[in-house]
Nanobody, 115 residues
């Protein structure tokens, strides 16, 4: 079993930045893939960014060049740095961890981009 705890969400103005953190209950070097997904009201949950145990990353087209994902193995934490935020980035952001074949989710953190 893997517990994931997200933090760092909040209200930010358009053009602003936020950094989300996801702390895992196990050593993240043993997690195959970690990532962030988001779900806006009335919409499906979509991938934002993922990072593999080897450090490879993948981003949704809508956040490329604005968001970065990184991992700190010493702190068992994955980060999502979000810059140049837009109102359409407003959503609940969920941390995900894949430890084959299981799939784990955090409780989510709200990000609201509004003036």
């Amino acid at each position: 079993q893997v517990q994931l705890v997200e933090s760092g969400g909040g209200l930010v103005q358009p053009g602003g930045s936020l950094r989300l953190s996801c702390a895992a209950s196990i050593r993240i070097f043993s997690i195959n893939v970690m990532g962030w997904y988001r779900q806006a009201p009335g919409k499906q949950r979509d991938l934002v960014a993922v990072i593999t145990s080897g450090g490879s990353t993948h981003f949704a087209d809508s956040v490329k060049d604005r968001f970065t994902i990184s991992r700190d193995n010493a702190k068992n934490t994955v980060y999502l740095q979000m810059n140049s935020l837009k109102p359409e980035d407003t959503a609940v952001y969920y941390c995900n961890a894949v430890v084959y074949p299981a799939d784990y989710w955090g409780q989510g953190t709200q990000v609201t981009v509004s003036s």
